[in-house]
């Protein structure tokens, strides 16, 4: 069984603080993907990120970074400089490839930037 | 990329009755599926919708309550019948490939009153 854990569930920081939300996952399978979506107020969902099994390289997308860690079985978001505009709840979700391509969520972690 | 559009994006609609969602893909794709977002929780997955064959649901789900048609590789429709308040939630048709990103619709938000 699959299962990713979003243990934060809400996270406050004051504008221009750097911010890390965490992401551990359990899967068997040693081929699935790895993604973070963003959802704001207005409720759709903002892909982020897709990270294969394969590639534990860090990435950095402007003030996004991530760090995928399979010894610990981590994939943590960190933004950088934070904005009110990055106020929004954040998803991490994993999909096994040897299945049907579902994605297993986790919990969320809402995030609040203070201004 | 894949660009999904949703409808409607929100209804408010009286127990008892149902309503049927309608998601539609700019292009063809093999995988589509179903989510249910109730308020302030994950999003969970409902079914896949399968081309020319019944959808595949998870534990939890049955097509008495959530039948899913898919008549063709771009369109699909979830039905949530003879709702309750239980069911408001947001609805969420997505779309996948291998070699892809998962792409989602804007949602549908459901209110049962």
Redesign the interface.
């Known amino acids: 069984a699959q299962k990713v854990t979003q243990a934060q569930t809400e996270i406050s920081v004051v504008e221009k603080e750097d911010v890390t939300l965490d992401c551990v996952y359990e899967t068997r399978d040693t081929t699935y993907y790895l993604?973070w979506?963003k959802q704001p107020p207005s409720?759709?969902?903002v892909?982020l990120i897709?990270r294969n099994s394969f590639d534990e390289q860090n990435e950095i997308s402007g003030r996004y970074s991530w760090n995928f860690q399979k010894s610990t079985s981590s994939f943590n978001f960190t933004i950088t400089a934070s904005q009110v505009v990055d106020s929004a709840v954040y998803?991490c979700?994993l999909?096994n490839?040897l299945g049907?391509?579902?994605?297993?969520?986790?919990?969320?972690t809402r995030l609040t930037i203070i201004p | 990329s894949a660009v999904i559009s949703q409808k409607p994006s929100r209804d408010i609609c009286q127990r008892g009755t149902s309503l049927t969602i309608q998601c539609q893909v700019d292009s063809q794709v093999t995988?589509m599926?179903w989510y249910r977002q109730q308020p302030g929780?994950?999003?969970?997955?409902i079914a896949?919708a399968n081309q020319g064959s019944e959808a595949?649901y998870e534990s939890g789900f049955v097509i008495d309550k959530f039948p899913i048609s898919r008549p063709n590789l771009t369109f699909s429709t979830l039905t949530v019948s003879n709702m309750s308040p239980e069911d408001s939630s947001?609805y969420?048709c997505?779309v996948?490939?291998?070699n892809t990103?998962?792409?989602?619709g804007?949602?549908t938000?459901l209110t049962v009153v």
Not at chain 1, 100 to 108: A, D, M, Q, R, V
Not at chain 2, 41 to 45: E, H
């Open positions: 993604f979506y409720g759709e969902l892909f897709r998803f979700a999909e490839l049907n391509e579902k994605l297993t969520f986790g919990t969320g | 995988m599926f929780q994950s999003l969970t997955l896949t595949t947001i969420l997505s996948g490939t291998e990103e998962a792409f989602f804007q949602g938000r």
